[in-house]
């Protein structure tokens, strides 16, 4: 029998076992006696024939590692190839560099581009892989006052709840799952406006208007946090938010679903903006007005 000695294996010798006094097994064992065991080298060729059968069979491309790459690059930048573009997670680069990325050796899968014009609300209260892409597009940090968060791990939270009931045949109103009434959440903040006595609501899709548990109103959109306080003005901009989206069935043209309306108002409570601003406009308009402010 052939050995190769630089193979070891330390085999310890226990000299004796005894029984404590709990009636368990205690080991003493002596780390002073360890001796070298040699082991044998297989000259079988069928194993060799056998590994190489096995790994002619694995198909190498599935061992590359993949990567999820999200680029936001502009139209001019990518008809030229010169530019600076945006990779989720890291921040401005150049066009080169993401050149550089996708270089020899890598196979690349590019996905749809994504129109927010192709992405109709759905009945179900599931949130579809092509709509979820959307709103983090859209709305890539959370829509919570004041967050930082923008992982792609957040909760597509339903502006307005979900109801599976009300609607044609008792069955759950058409098209509430949508880019008019969905906004990323973080797991902690999902619970603050389940739990916490939070609202929000989404007048225009993209702009969210929160009130807190104590009256205070905020509005967050894609320029930031901004807070209104709690007076006055700031209780007829959230009601004038609860009237916009009363019906969690309203599509995001504007245009109302076919579905009984709804509001979280309380009776006497429901403020019109003009009643305190003097102005006329359409509420629709100054909300579209206040969004891209």
């Not at 000259?43 to 024939?49: E, F, I, S, V």
Request: charged share 25%.
């Amino acid at each position: 029998m052939v050995t190769d000695d630089r193979e070891l294996t330390r085999e310890h010798d226990h000299e004796s076992t005894s029984r404590d006094g709990c009636g368990t097994i205690g080991f003493e064992v002596d780390h002073g006696d360890l001796r070298r065991v040699p082991i044998p080298i297989n000259p079988d060729p069928r194993l060799d024939r056998d590994t190489a059968f096995w790994l002619a069979r694995i198909d190498p491309t599935k061992l590359l590692p993949k990567v999820v790459l999200h680029v936001h690059i502009s139209a001019d930048t990518a008809t030229t190839g010169h530019g600076v573009a945006r990779a989720e997670g890291i921040g401005p680069i150049l066009a080169s560099q993401i050149r550089d990325w996708l270089g020899a050796g890598c196979q690349i899968r590019l996905q749809p581009v994504l129109n927010h014009a192709d992405i109709h609300p759905v009945d179900a209260y599931e949130v579809p892989d092509a709509m979820r892409n959307a709103l983090l597009a859209r709305t890539p940090a959370s829509c919570f006052p004041n967050s930082a968060n923008r992982s792609r791990s957040m909760q597509a939270d339903h502006t307005v709840a979900y109801r599976r009931t009300g609607g044609p045949g008792g069955n759950a109103p058409p098209g509430q799952t949508g880019l008019h009434n969905l906004g990323p959440l973080g797991e902690t903040e999902h619970r603050i406006k389940t739990h916490g006595g939070w609202s929000v609501r989404q007048p225009v899709p993209g702009t969210y208007v929160w009130r807190t548990r104590y009256g205070r109103v905020l509005i967050v959109n894609d320029s930031g946090s901004h807070d209104l306080g709690n007076n006055r003005f700031a209780t007829a901009v959230w009601h004038a938010a609860v009237a916009a989206q009363a019906d969690p069935g309203a599509r995001a043209d504007g245009e109302k679903a076919d579905v009984p309306a709804r509001s979280d108002a309380r009776a006497g409570d429901r403020v019109a903006v003009g009643d305190c601003s003097g102005s006329s406009t359409p509420e629709w308009m100054m909300w579209r007005k206040l969004g891209a402010a």
